[in-house]
């Protein structure tokens, strides 16, 4: 059994695909530092999986901590890094922690693997270094565009970094993938998003304003130049987005990618409005939301979505979940945290 270490593996994407992983038959170690997630998400998995993954609650940003982990862990067979700090407006307000967190740790794990034999790296980064791109659907060659923030910047930062160190570290392979916009939740109801705070992201408002926690979401703008003049974003199912890490891994350990440095889009390929989601949630839950439309919000985009050619031609992944099953999904999950809290 390959063992892979997966960062960030308590979070949102990061829980999805250790369980991913696990049912594939990979040994699992995940590092993460509980400073935006939980331990019981462990129980979750392994609830799931029925294994434990292995766990270490290190924070990436203590260096030494990282290379004693190296050390211990010979034998990995790849690394998938979630792990970073993602609050796009808090980057605004506090860079330095966006650039310490998301740059400083990315780097240390580089280091540590530039020395391995089987440097296998995934990394999550994001349609945001597309900005507002000229064509739709986004292809992966369409312009990185300057970023709109420092948690977007050090997406694009963290990407020429592993570029650079593929062109002189021939033993590492390396894939980034960008995700579009990760909704929903395992369907078992065990592992979800767990937005601390008011939540950034549209899917998690709409179920914590359905369940009552939050009064009324703000639909912010109804007059972009969209069919219903909202903005159009690609939803893709965690589920299938942790299954593309899975792929994507396999390829590299399979040494079937042609050049040690590749980026693939990972998306649905279907723009959905602000509204089309909140009818979609309302159809598969069979009831109202509160909602108000609202002014535009700065540094919006007005549509995203993905041309998945590449993911689905090359790494052999397509999403198959739709909008309503991962409306229910998110659903599910948030009364299941309800009941729980
Ligand atoms: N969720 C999205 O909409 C989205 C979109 C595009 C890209 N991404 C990227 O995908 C990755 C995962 O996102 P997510 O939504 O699962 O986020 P998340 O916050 O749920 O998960 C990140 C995990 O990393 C951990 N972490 C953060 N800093 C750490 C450190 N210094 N040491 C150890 N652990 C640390 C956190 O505790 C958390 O469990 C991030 O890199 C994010 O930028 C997310």
């Not at 260096?63 to 067979?77: A, E, G, R, T």
């Not at 700090?85 to 780097?107: D, F």
């Not at 993905?306 to 948030?334: C, I, S, Y």
């Amino acid at each position: 059994m390959a063992k892979i270490l997966v960062t960030g593996g308590l979070g949102f994407i990061g829980s999805h695909t250790v369980v991913e992983l696990q049912n594939e038959g990979f040994d699992v170690v995940i590092i993460d530092d509980l400073s935006n997630s939980s331990i019981e998400v462990l129980s979750g998995i392994t609830s799931i999986t029925g294994t434990a993954p292995i766990f270490e609650q290190i924070d990436l940003k203590e260096k030494d901590k990282v290379q004693s982990f190296f050390k211990k862990h010979q034998d990995l067979q790849g690394i998938i890094h979630f792990a970073a700090s993602k609050a796009v407006g808090e980057s605004v307000e506090n860079p330095l922690l966006y650039y310490e967190n998301n740059i400083n740790t990315l780097i240390y794990l580089l280091k540590e693997i530039q020395n391995m034999n089987a440097a296998n790296f995934i990394f999550s980064s994001s349609c945001t270094v597309y900005g507002q791109a000229s064509t739709l659907p986004i292809t992966e060659n369409a312009p990185v565009m300057k970023a709109e923030s420092p948690y977007g910047n050090t997406k694009q930062i963290g990407e020429e970094i592993i570029e650079d160190s593929c062109r002189v570290y021939h033993n590492i392979n390396a894939i980034s993938l960008r995700y579009f916009n990760p909704i929903g939740a395992h369907k078992s109801a065990k592992i979800g998003e767990l937005p601390i705070g008011i939540p950034q992201n549209l899917v998690p408002f709409i179920t914590q304003t359905a369940s009552g926690v939050r009064e009324q979401l703000s639909v912010f703008g109804d007059d972009y130049p969209t069919p219903d003049g909202t903005c159009i974003r690609d939803y893709i199912h965690v589920v299938d987005l942790a299954r593309a890490h899975v792929i994507a891994l396999k390829r590299l350990m399979n040494k079937t990618n042609p050049s040690n440095y590749e980026i693939f889009n990972v998306g649905t390929g279907t723009g959905s409005s602000v509204l089309e989601v909140i009818r979609s949630f309302e159809r598969v839950t069979d009831q109202k939301l509160n909602y108000k439309i609202a002014d535009r919000r700065s540094g919006d985009v007005i549509a995203a979505y993905a041309d998945t050619t590449k993911a689905n031609d090359v790494l052999g992944w397509k999403a198959q979940h739709t909008l309503d099953d991962a409306m229910r999904a998110a659903w599910t999950w948030e009364q299941q945290l309800r009941k729980n809290n």
